[in-house]
């Protein structure tokens, strides 16, 4: 199994992010009054960049996890979960955002070094199997609101957004989603609503270089990251 570390989001947080599906669409040609169908093939990729990550002199941790990141990429090649945030869309059954709580254990005890366990506000599972490259799903809603259109959720890593509702039955919901399904998602998945990320490698080699300002005492680099389809492609084909 690679080796695989997660962004420190409340470490190094940028100031603006953005999260895009590129989509694979393939053209006809065009026709001879000039119009050309498209096609749409639902193998689309994730885009995800961090603008402006806040970063100051004063503290020496934001640079050394900066640095260790980057010595453990090694440039494009490494893998990391990237997380994008979702709280404007997300099916907070409150309506509104809703923090992830910690809880101790049944009998009120924690684990052995005192923390404790980290509940999400949303707890949706799959209703069904999901198949690897499927472009639908059945979503069971446990808590959230009653709608999940235009939501993003993640599983293992792999990072989803829903369309349009094609059935809803109860609490449960048929939705398409992209890009198309990396993995085989088991009936009673649980679903990652609260802080979904992506399996992502930098999309430059040089993507991680920052300057030290003497003067300003702080940094506010940019990085871009891209899907890691080639890691799904490998587990599909058994190679992982």
Sequence with gaps: MPDIIEWPFCLLTPRQIQANVVPFTRSGGKSLGGVEPVTRTDLGYWVIDYASIAMQNRY???????????????????????????????????????????????????????????????????????????????????????????????????????????????DIWTVSISPSVREFIPSGASLEFDRPTCLCHLSEDRGMDVQQDAIGKNASPNVSFTEATDYWNQLALGLI
Aim: zero cysteines; a negative charge.
């Design 60 to 170: 020496r941790n934001q640079w050394r996890s900066w640095q260790a990141i980057r010595q453990k990429l090694g440039g494009r090649s490494g893998l990391i979960a990237v997380r994008v945030p979702s709280a404007l869309s997300a099916p907070y059954e409150s309506g509104s955002f809703e923090p992830i709580v910690d809880l101790p254990h049944s009998d009120e005890s924690f684990f052995d070094d005192d923390t404790s366990y980290e509940q999400g506000a949303i707890s949706v599972v799959t209703d069904g199997n999901t198949p690897l490259g499927a472009t639908t799903t059945r979503l069971r809603i446990i808590k959230a609101a009653t709608d999940l259109v235009g939501v993003r959720f993640s599983y293992n890593h792999a990072l989803y957004e829903t369309g349009p509702a094609m059935d809803v039955d109860g």
